[in-house]
């Protein structure tokens, strides 16, 4: 059953705290990528990656890291620079163009 | 040139009714264009996409119809139901990065 996981489903963060948010695929694609989506907002690019070992920053990375160690994963490290973290985070993958398939998403909120 | 314009930001339809999302773009690099659909909660679902070489594409009750040399393109959905509503996001993808840019989203709401 192929697809695109994503944990937790929720996830709370103290103040000061680092938070990381599992992203993993089984569809074998290159390229994973990570959006923020705020209440009644677009999706807002914060990294991707078109290959292991290999990411760029998107439109809003201040705040966030990422790691791209296998194909099939791609955590995201939301740190304590990260001042207005709440917001649903979306995980997808894609062969590389195009059609970018999402994860069910991850809501992170602040304690 | 990189901006995908979405309209309108929200939409209401009787059931049955046939509502209209429009979206424009600038970069005539772009050649993929698809359509998420994306329930509260969830991550957004592939509904249907399209490329620029034909001027329309219909699947079940969704419709994208392109207008190349205006560079615009539409979603209709025919015989809407309770159940389609959602928020509706268009994008585009091509041109010198391997990013898909996103429109800004319709909130679209079928009344029974």
């Known amino acids: 059953d192929g697809g695109i996981t994503q944990s937790p489903k929720y996830l709370f963060r103290k103040e000061g705290q680092n938070v990381t948010l599992s992203c993993e695929q089984n569809l074998n694609h290159d390229a994973m990528y990570w959006y923020r989506q705020d209440p009644g907002q677009g999706l807002r690019l914060i990294y991707y990656s078109q290959i292991v070992n290999d990411f760029q920053k998107g439109d809003i990375a201040e705040g966030y890291s990422v790691s791209r160690e296998k194909k099939e994963s791609f955590p995201l490290t939301v740190t304590s620079a990260q001042k207005n973290p709440t917001a649903f985070y979306l995980c997808a993958s894609s062969e590389g163009w195009g059609t970018q398939y999402f994860g069910p998403g991850t809501r992170l909120l602040v304690l | ?112």
């Open chain 2, 1 to 112: 040139q990189q901006q995908v314009k979405q309209s309108p930001q929200s939409l209401i339809v009787q059931k049955g009714g046939i509502p209209i999302i429009n979206c424009a773009y600038e970069n005539t690099a772009f050649d993929y264009f698809p359509w998420y659909q994306q329930f509260p909660g969830k991550g957004p679902a592939l509904l249907i996409a399209i490329r620029p070489d034909v001027s329309e594409k219909k699947e079940g009750r969704f419709t994208i119809s392109f207008n190349k040399s205006a560079k615009q393109f539409s979603l209709h959905i025919m015989d809407s139901q309770p159940g389609d509503s959602a928020t509706y996001f268009c994008a585009a993808w091509g041109g010198a990065t391997n990013k898909l840019i996103f429109g800004t989203g319709t909130l679209l709401a079928v009344q029974p």
